[in-house]
């Protein structure tokens, strides 16, 4: 089992959708849980983080954690072409607190 | 200035040479990592530090060496360089509380 695992995609939905992405983490005391964005070619960016159960809110993303269920996901309102890369689950684990990726989904935005 | 900066950020080598990526940061991160990416494939590790005197191979370390020289200095070298080993590589620093920061990546071919 991955320690950090996430669907490769391509995760298609249309402008102005909700669009839905999900990670699962096989270390069940992490504490630390972060989602990058990664467009072609560029180095991965920090877009979100969330250390406790529930919803986490900025602006048109929104990340949740369910501890017990060891998943992790990030939604994406209004969904732009703009928001078209790769997304990456990050997860602290382990006692000196590696991050570890998931190898990420890839989302497309229609226009 | 980058938080993380890479050297150099584009280099194309001939097989057998040896050569060094350079990795440094501002952050202030005991943890540092160095990864790989192959065109449409997620983040393979290659090797981290968790200090100046704890080393860890990653998944693929095979052809590759590091060295630590301070805290903010985590060095890549390819020996004798191969043409599979043509890729983007990144330097990245964590810390559980507030994430990991990758450097801009260094686009290396090997002819």
């Known amino acids: 089992q991955k320690e950090v695992e996430q669907n490769s995609g391509p995760l298609s939905v249309p402008e102005g959708a909700i669009a839905s992405l999900n990670c699962t983490y096989s270390d069940r005391v992490s504490q630390s849980f972060f989602w990058y964005r990664q467009y072609s070619g560029k180095s991965p960016e920090l877009i979100m983080s969330i250390y406790s159960n529930g919803d986490k809110e900025d602006g048109r993303f929104t990340a949740q954690l369910n501890k017990a269920s060891q998943y992790v996901s990030l939604l994406i309102r209004d969904s732009q072409p703009s928001d078209s890369a790769t997304y990456l689950c990050a997860v602290f684990s382990g006692g000196y607190q590696k991050v570890t990726f998931g190898t990420g989904t890839k989302l497309q935005v229609i226009p | 200035d980058a938080d993380v900066t890479q050297t150099p950020r584009n280099r194309i080598t001939k097989t057998g040479k040896r050569i060094m990526l350079e990795c440094s940061q501002t952050k202030g991160h005991d943890r540092m990592y160095w990864y790989r990416q192959d065109p449409g494939l997620g983040l393979r590790l290659i090797y981290y530090?968790?200090?100046?005197?704890?080393?860890n191979k990653g998944e693929i370390s095979d052809g590759y060496s590091v060295s630590r020289q301070a805290q903010a200095k985590f060095s890549l070298s390819l020996e004798s360089a191969i043409p599979n080993q043509t890729a983007l590589y990144f330097c990245a620093t964590s810390d559980p509380g507030v994430g990991a920061f990758f450097g801009q990546g260094t686009r290396l071919t090997v002819v």
């Open positions: 530090s968790f200090d100046v005197k704890d080393i």
